[in-house]
């Protein structure tokens, strides 16, 4: 039977193992190799577009690579599927959307705003997202609509 | 009680109270919004009522495991709390930052990322708040007469809280990597740290309510938190899946998520056995229920409903879905919400001399809570089924299914108000009778 001694040794040795290896993965996975975000198309705009994303807490609403809280669309792949223009008008609008009965806030950014936040949906459309990226992309909706 | 000191933690109970209280309104708010009353959406749209809903989730439950701590360090290591001015000193800054974030929530000043919304000037007050709490803790168990366990794993517990809760302060430009450092925290305080935190607790509770000799209780409380570290840190792994990192996590989160529930497994076996061995007729019943519930419920909210959706192959449809917010409301409150009412329950009638251990009040706070609680989840959990099928096999457009599914809502106000119901009963009780007594001390009640 297991003594209290190997009870500890078995609690310290086991997260001191696991967390060696998370460390390790960790590095891994971020290392430049193995990079599937296109780092270097992240511009001073994408940057930008993402700080305006996280200072209206958009995920509070809407979700991106399928965080967030779901009481609105998610946006990754949201350029492919809806358009440039519209999300220009939506985001620079000084009346709430309301589409389908839910509201939205009413931003009314300015163009260069709007821009902004389009080249992060349109840099995090381009992720490699295992996957995922098929499941709330453009084709998928099609492709499943057409076998409706 | 033994310590006078010890009835601090009644203050950071009744900040917790309170804080629950404001939790559930915002939840409400959040329900109507989704059958589509939106009527407050000028002053409290859905994004502010959702990061205030979970931020006071995270300070209520912190505030709980700290009372918690200032209630079992001192009697663990057998000696008052060193200088309790500045506890309460500590008391007083964690409600104004609490209460500063959630007025910003209001006017825009936040963070937009998910359960860490806090700014980031407010993140370096909670940095010093925590910093004197441990303080405090550390001091008082490291010049005490003993040093248990129970006691080290409870102060572990809360030092690497927080310590995690940093890597979600670095900035970065990429979302990935954002995300991927904002999971070191959440992930790591929730399926890690927390669960040595509710050990701890579940321990000392255990001990006291059971009778089970002290070295049993403590070796079996290695194992479950040693399972937790084993499975919870590569666990972290099934936050990684689809968010643009390498695809190694599908095959390091699949596995290691899937043995995740083992740790709560253990916790429920464990304090059902040691009830069972125990031959202490301990006369503080409600307390037991809640020690029991909370072990059992974490296991069903946490273990099971988080494996039902952890593998690749079903997340690849349920992640992003309401399936996420059936698994997150029981896992917090079998696991976390239910030890800090457990904790409570214990304790005030020792702080207070009163013996108030089985009223109809606590019962029915106690019943109608869990009832709620579990009605609200499978709500959830038929929404978010109908969202997956609908939406992503289906094709279906995302505000069409959100109509299409509004009646789960309904239902799920329902059982949210029966819930509120069990937890008016509790507030009632905690604040008509819970004042601490210094008369109590004579009393010695454990």
């Known amino acids: 039977m297991l003594s209290k001694k190997q009870a500890r040794a078995l609690f310290l040795g086991g997260t001191v ?22 780092r270097e ?9 993402k700080l305006i994303w996280e200072k209206n807490n958009c995920m509070g609403c809407h979700s991106i690579f399928g965080e967030g809280a779901y009481y609105a669309p998610e946006l990754t792949k949201v350029v492919e599927r809806r358009g440039e223009p519209l999300i220009k008008a939506i985001l620079m609008s000084e009346s709430p959307w309301n589409p389908k009965g839910r509201k939205m806030v009413a931003y ?39 076998q409706n | 009680m033994k310590y006078k000191t010890q009835k601090i933690a009644y203050y950071f109970w009744a900040l917790s109270i309170l804080l629950l209280v404001l939790q559930i309104t915002y939840g409400f ?30 300070v209520w439950l912190l505030s709980g495991f700290m009372g918690a701590a200032y209630y079992i360090i001192p009697e663990e290591a057998q000696r008052d709390l060193v200088k309790p001015k500045l506890a309460f000193l500590q008391l007083i800054s964690l409600a104004l930052v609490g209460v500063t974030a959630i007025v910003g929530y209001h006017l825009n000043w936040w963070e937009g990322r998910k359960f860490l919304e806090i700014p980031r000037p407010l993140d370096w007050l909670v940095v010093v708040n925590v910093l004197l709490f441990l303080g405090l803790i550390l001091v008082t168990l490291f010049t005490g007469k003993r040093k248990t366990t129970t006691a080290l794993v409870l102060s572990m517990g809360l030092f690497f809280a927080a310590l995690l809760y940093l890597p979600g302060m670095i900035q970065f430009d990429s979302q990935t990597m954002d995300s991927f450092f904002r999971w070191w925290v959440v992930h790591l305080w929730v399926e ?17 309510l059971t009778g089970v000799d002290r070295e049993v209780i403590e070796k079996w409380l290695y194992v479950i938190v040693g399972l937790t570290f084993l499975s919870g840190i590569l666990g972290t792994g099934h936050h990684y899946y689809y968010i643009g990192v390498n695809k190694i996590w599908l095959i390091i989160g699949g596995i290691f998520s899937m043995l995740e529930p083992l740790a709560f497994m253990a916790m429920a076996l464990f304090a059902v056995n040691m009830y069972r061995k125990g031959e202490k007729n301990h006369p503080n019943k ?34 992003g879905t309401l399936v996420t917010a059936m698994h997150g409301h029981l896992a917090f409150w079998g696991a976390y919400g239910m030890i800090v009412l457990a904790i409570m329950s214990y304790a005030l009638p020792n702080l207070t001399g009163r013996k108030r251990y089985d009223t109809s009040g606590s019962r029915l706070a106690y019943w109608l809570s869990n009832i709620g609680m579990l009605g609200m989840t499978l709500a959830f959990g038929v929404a978010g089924v109908a969202q997956v099928y609908l939406e992503r096999r289906y094709g279906m457009d995302f505000m069409d299914v959100q109509n299409e599914i509004k009646v789960h809502f309904a239902v799920l106000i329902i059982l949210a108000t029966l819930f509120a119901t069990g937890i008016t009963f509790y507030v009632i009780e905690f604040f008509k009778y819970g004042l601490p007594n210094d008369e109590a001390l004579d009393m010695n009640l454990d």
């Open chain 1, 17 to 38: 193992v696991t967390f060696l290896i998370f460390i390790g993965l960790t590095v891994f996975s971020l290392s430049k190799a193995q990079d599937q975000t296109n």
């Open chain 1, 41 to 49: 198309d992240i511009t001073e705009s994408v940057v930008r577009g």
């Open chain 1, 108 to 146: 009314g950014m300015t163009e260069e705003e709007a821009n902004d936040v389009i080249a992060f949906f349109k840099w995090a459309g381009n992720v490699d997202l295992n996957g995922f990226e098929r499941i709330v992309s453009p084709l998928a909706k099609e492709r499943l609509s057409n």
């Open chain 2, 29 to 58: 708010i959040m329900g109507f919004a989704r059958i589509g009353m939106e009527g407050l959406h000028e002053i409290i749209p859905f994004n502010t009522a959702r990061a205030t809903h979970t931020n006071l989730l995270v």
């Open chain 2, 192 to 208: 890690g740290v927390w669960e040595l935190i509710m050990g701890g607790i579940l321990s000392f509770l255990l001990i006291k």
């Open chain 2, 286 to 319: 409600i307390a037991l229920y809640w020690t029991l519930g909370a072990a059992i419920i974490s296991f069903i909210g946490a273990g099971l409903l988080g494996m039902a959706h952890t593998l690749p192959q079903v997340n690849l449809y349920t992640h």
